[in-house]
């Protein structure tokens, strides 16, 4: 009875880790390359670029695709200094 017990505990203990294996996975694929910080208004222009993962990126911001990324950091739009997206975009000042 109790063997019972114990292979129905590690059943649910299997199917909780593959959920949560199947959750991070979403999230990890949902996860945009870059992100475009923005100020604290809504018609501010934006402060920051980040990489995707950067946990210096404020709630204000905004996934975007490389080439944004690009035009930001070129039009002045400044770096994160933790992430480095101008290292990862190869757009170092020499």
């Known amino acids: 009875m109790w063997v019972t017990r114990i292979d ?3 059943t649910q203990a299997r199917q909780r880790e593959a959920e949560q294996a199947r ?6 694929a949902e996860r945009p390359a870059w992100l475009l910080d923005y100020g604290l208004n809504r ?5 920051g670029v980040h990489v995707g993962d950067c946990r210096m990126a404020g709630q204000r911001s ?5 080439d944004v990324a690009r035009q930001a950091l070129a039009a002045g739009v400044s770096a994160c ?3 480095r997206p101008d290292t990862e975009l190869g ?3 020499q």
Not at 62 to 66: E, F, Q, T, V
């Open 81 to 83: 200094t933790v992430c």
């Open 23 to 28: 959750a991070a996975a979403v999230r990890e």
């Open 62 to 66: 905004k996934g975007i695709d490389a």
């Open 8 to 10: 129905a505990k590690l």
């Open 91 to 93: 757009m170092l000042e």
């Open 43 to 47: 018609d501010r222009p934006p402060v």
